[in-house]
């Protein structure tokens, strides 16, 4: 019990930091800015040690295989202070922005090709913006996307190489998987294969429909405001975070799935094998 309680703490702590980066890191954060981050920091690490100090799960999946949600957080976490670090270069250049000014630049330039992610980004920009605003959306687009490629390839290689989840033991889907019922709609494969297959689809196509819905939503309502530091990290590492985060839950579902078959084989096998000796 103490474990868990420290636990769900430091979760909840690591959670309040997470959202209070850009309002610690930016300069010139207003007094209303800052106190609506502290309002949802304070919010989201309630939440958090709410969820992680329970012994019954309710929303997060995943909560007893780890690293999947670390390997999130930490993309997420990532993607959010680096960004935060080369909005402030902007007004407070330090060698440490402006190194990571000149690789996000690199990696944005490199990415930013005709039809890829990056470039359907930079489109939703009204006509005539800025070209510092431009070049902005660009680097934090081309890192924000890099560094959710990297969440993914890691991910890939605790599933196909080292084994995840069952090196670390039983799967218990009643913990890992809370709004996932096993009993109700068919066999639970083909369902988890399902689910699987449509998780890894939106996740490859929201970083190219993302855009295009808020291009043609332009006309209609008025367009996010790119220009707003806050605005740009916010909504940059939404748009990698989310479709990562969809691709990675498919995977997972594939290898429980996977799991699950294997141990029916296994166990027509036995079967198979005690009818042969009776």
Not at 36 to 41: E, I, S
Not at 78 to 97: A, E, F, R, W
Not at 188 to 196: G, K, N, P
């Amino acid at each position: 019990m103490i474990a868990r309680l420290y636990g769900a703490a430091i979760r909840g702590v690591m959670m309040a930091l997470m959202i209070a980066l850009p309002a610690l890191i930016l300069p010139g954060i207003s007094i209303d800015s800052s106190q609506a981050t502290v309002l949802v920091a304070l919010l989201a690490a309630f939440l958090t040690f709410v969820e992680y100090n329970s012994a019954s799960p309710s929303i997060v999946e995943f909560r007893d295989a780890a690293p999947f949600n670390r390997l999130r957080f930490i993309a997420l976490f990532v993607t959010v202070l680096v960004l935060s670090l080369i909005c402030k270069g902007k007004t407070d250049p330090t060698l440490t922005t402006n190194a990571l000014t000149s690789v996000g630049t690199i990696v944005g330039n490199s990415i930013d090709f005709p039809y890829s992610p990056v470039r359907m980004v930079v489109l939703t920009l009204p006509a005539g913006a800025d070209y510092d605003v431009v070049q902005s959306v660009r680097t934090a687009a081309g890192l924000s996307y890099l560094t959710s490629l990297t969440a993914m390839a890691a991910f890939l290689v605790l599933v196909r190489i080292l084994g995840w989840p069952s090196r670390k033991g039983a799967f218990n889907v009643w913990v890992n998987l809370p709004l996932f019922d096993p009993t109700t709609g068919g066999d639970v494969l083909q369902r988890l294969s399902r689910d699987a297959r449509i998780n890894i689809v939106l996740g490859f196509l929201l970083p190219f429909a993302i855009p295009a819905v808020v291009k043609l939503a332009a006309d209609l309502i008025n367009p996010i405001s790119l220009e707003n530091p806050q605005t740009l990290i916010w909504t940059m590492s939404a748009w990698a975070f989310l479709p990562a985060s969809m691709i990675m839950r498919g995977i997972a579902l594939q290898r429980i799935a996977e799991m699950i078959r294997d141990q029916r084989k296994r166990a027509y096998a036995t079967a198979d094998t005690d009818l042969q000796v009776a």
